[in-house]
């Protein structure tokens, strides 16, 4: 088992930043893919972005490509999302995921945190 937890989110005003973090344990030795998703009332979860805990190769939302940042300090298990020019949009529950090796979705998730951006 994985377990995740989130941390970061806040209220901000929009074209300001914010970073969050997720800080994972476990079985961390079999993750393949971090990712960073969102969900706002009514509304279907969203993919923000993902990273893979190896190569580090990234993957971005159209919605955030250039504005959101995904990273990764495999020493400290921990998964960042730097998130700049923040819009009223970007409010939403944003939660951590794992994708495990050998596994096609991600079945490891943290409980969120939350960001909220005002105009």
């Known amino acids: 088992q994985v377990q995740l937890v989130e941390s970061g989110g806040g209220l901000v005003q929009a074209g300001g930043s914010l970073r969050l973090s997720c800080a994972f344990s476990?079985?961390?030795?079999?993750?393949?893919?971090m990712g960073w998703f969102r969900q706002t009332p009514g509304k279907e979860r969203e993919f923000v972005a993902r990273?893979?805990?190896?190569?580090?190769?990234?993957v971005y939302a159209d919605s955030v490509k250039g504005r959101f940042t995904i990273s990764k300090d495999n020493a400290k298990n921990t998964v960042y999302l730097q998130m700049n020019s923040l819009k009223p949009e970007d409010t939403a529950v944003y939660y951590c995921a794992a994708r495990m090796l050998g596994q096609s979705d991600y079945d490891h998730w943290g409980q969120g945190t939350t960001v909220t951006v005002s105009s």
């Open positions: 476990g079985r961390t030795f079999n993750i393949y893919i």
């Open positions: 990273i893979t805990r190896g190569g580090g190769a990234t």
